[in-house]
């Protein structure tokens, strides 16, 4: 290991991964882990036909491979970051996924990786798969949280570092493997809020990518391919890469191993944009308190901070 005291704050990050154990996690974090994993089945039942799915899922069958990891709802199995990309891109199909702050999507990759993994590995505890993504949502969350975007998806960018963590925990991978998994990740980074508003697909297969790529990081790092160890704040590490205002390295460091973040996710109640929920819950109260008739509506015009603006 490198001495904390003078390395890059992904060895911190990476040694924090390795040491989470089920019996140090609040009951907090675990409950909300477990409400994670009901929320995202539910969402990847729900958008497991909607547009893009069935045809990626015919891809991935025609590439084929060793048959690993299933492809939920669907059925058929086929290598693990294959099977945990189309599971992602379902799960995230119809926005109704977990969300946090600045729209980081955690869920609909999270989960899709440690399923995915748990079964190419075949025995793994529900205690085991619980811990791995509370550990690599706390994670992805503190870099994201340090993080001030201009255009970049979050989790694209970001919860690249969640999925490479939560395989590499459950493939019992070293310090200094999901360090390498860590880092191969942060190359593979990427993703653009240009998707959303252009209104293309790309939106839900940049959660997929995300789940894909972090498998693949892991799974590299495993056969011994480095990563490179100033991920964060070397030169051209993540935080001068894609952090426009300087990072707040107090998100990063503050309660590491006692605080896990993954309790302050949001649970959707409407399929749309973690942005639009609050419109949408003061359209219906609206609507209630005015007994509003949708036939007499032409237009509804929604300013959001930030500039931004939705037309419905």
């Known amino acids: 290991s490198v001495k904390t005291s003078e390395a890059d704050l992904i060895q911190t990050l990476a040694r924090n991964v390795v040491d989470t154990s089920y019996d140090r996690l609040p009951s907090a974090a675990i409950k909300y882990a477990k409400l994670g994993f009901l929320d995202t089945i539910g969402v990847l039942v729900a958008g497991s036909n909607s547009a893009g799915c069935r045809a990626v ?138 998707s959303n508003i252009d209104g293309s697909l790309a939106v839900r297969f940049i959660q997929g990518f995300t789940t894909r790529n972090g498998i693949e990081a892991a799974l590299l790092a495993q056969q011994g391919i480095t990563g490179g160890i100033n991920v964060l704040q070397g030169v051209w590490g993540f935080f001068p890469l894609f952090s426009q205002a300087k990072p707040d390295l107090e998100q990063v460091t503050s309660g590491l191993g006692r605080d896990y973040r993954g309790s302050i996710i949001w649970f959707k109640r409407f399929p749309s944009c973690g942005a639009t929920l609050s419109a949408t819950d003061a359209a219906l109260e609206l609507v209630s308190a005015h007994q509003i008739d949708p036939d007499e509506v032409k237009e509804i015009s929604v300013k959001m901070s930030g500039g931004g603006s939705y037309r419905l």
Request: with cysteine; hydrophobic share 50%.
């Open 57 to 194: 899922i015919d891809l991935v069958r025609k590439w084929g491979g060793k048959e690993e990891s299933t492809i939920l709802i669907h059925g058929g199995k086929v290598p693990c970051p294959n099977a945990a990309m189309v599971n992602s891109i379902m799960a995230r199909a119809l926005d109704f996924d977990y969300v946090c702050l600045r729209g980081i999507h955690l869920g609909a990759s999270s989960i899709p990786t440690a399923l995915a993994i748990a079964e190419k590995r075949g025995v793994v505890s529900g205690q085991e798969l619980l811990t791995a993504v509370v550990a690599g949502e706390d994670l992805a969350l503190r870099i994201h949280l340090a993080t001030t975007y201009a255009g970049f998806d979050p989790t694209g960018v970001c919860m690249i570092f969640g999925a490479a963590a939560i395989a590499a925990k459950l493939l019992g991978l070293t310090e200094r493997e999901t360090i390498d998994a860590l880092g191969l990740a942060f190359n593979r980074a990427g993703g653009s809020f240009q």
